[in-house]
C-alpha cells in the first residue's frame, strides 16, 4: 500500500483534500460498499503499524468526510 494516495475534489467548495494511504485504504472501501467493521478489519491486517485504535481513527475520519459533506451516512 506504500505510495497509495487519494486527493478528493469537493466541486461545491473548490477544495481538494489529500489522503494519505490508510485514509485511502479507507475511502476506497467506501467506494467498494464494505461497511466501517469490515474497513478497520482489513485496516488491522493491512497497517500493522498503524498507531491507536483504528476504530477509532477510522469512524473520526467518516465524521470529518461526512462534516465536510463528502459522504453521506444515507451512501
Known amino acids: 500500500m506504500e505510495g497509495d494516495k487519494t486527493v478528493l475534489l469537493d466541486m461545491e467548495s473548490g477544495q481538494y483534500f489529500g489522503m494519505d494511504p490508510v485514509a485511502s485504504f479507507v475511502w476506497n472501501g467506501l467506494k467498494e460498499g464494505k461497511a466501517p467493521a469490515e474497513i478497520v478489519a482489513r485496516i488491522s491486517e493491512e497497517f500493522t503499524d498503524v498507531p ?3 476504530q477509532a481513527d477510522v469512524l473520526a475520519f ?3 468526510l461526512s462534516d465536510k459533506k463528502l ?3 444515507n451512501g
Open 62 to 64: 467518516l465524521q470529518e
Open 52 to 54: 491507536g485504535s483504528a
Open 71 to 73: 459522504i453521506s451516512p
